[in-house]
């Protein structure tokens, strides 16, 4: 993937809150078909039979950077808050007050230029932040990483896809 292809990731249910941001690294994809043994009368030897195919997950990676202008105005707190938007989607929502109800964690749709979109729940976000900070101490370098549990909203075979086309 070139460096500078343009990201977002959207709050699936507000589309309106999103970040953006310029993508780094490869994406990992991962996806595991099971296949069960099954005995068939009158054969001697086991048939193979396909039985599901586990969740898709996709690890994405990305830098959040601050601009720093000529009069060392950084925008520092804004990329804190960017990641502290990617972070808010691993936690569930509680209602109002503690006796509310408790949601499961906001899904994500993350878009990469024009050939990649996804929707999901975020899983395992962490972050690498660079020493250089801006003077009310955030830091201007946000290395972010995550895995991304894939929802399925496409149609998932060809048989699918024809009906639709």
Not at 41 to 61: C, D, I, L, N, W
Not at 67 to 73: A, R
Not at 116 to 137: H, M, N, Q, W, Y
Request: aromatic residues 14%; contains cysteine; glycine residues 6%.
């Amino acid at each position: 993937m070139p460096i500078g292809v343009e990201g977002k990731l959207i709050d699936y249910e507000e589309q309106a809150n999103h970040i953006t941001f310029l993508y780094y690294e490869d994406i990992e994809e991962g996806y595991d078909p099971v296949y069960e043994d099954q005995v068939v009368r009158g054969r001697f030897e086991e048939h193979e039979f396909y039985s599901h195919t586990s969740a898709e997950s996709q690890s994405f990676a990305f830098r959040l950077a601050a601009s720093v202008d000529e009069n060392d105005d950084s925008d520092a707190k804004k990329i804190w808050e960017d990641y502290l938007f990617v972070k808010s989607f691993a936690y569930p929502d509680y209602g109002i007050g503690s006796l509310g109800p408790i949601k499961p964690p906001r899904k994500a749709i993350i878009t990469i230029g024009r050939w990649l979109r996804k929707v999901g729940s975020i899983r395992s976000p962490s972050a690498t932040f660079s020493k250089v900070c801006d003077e009310d101490g955030y830091p201007l370098i946000i290395d972010v990483k995550f895995q991304l549990r894939v929802i399925n909203v496409d149609p998932r075979s060809y048989r699918e896809v024809r009906k639709i086309g």
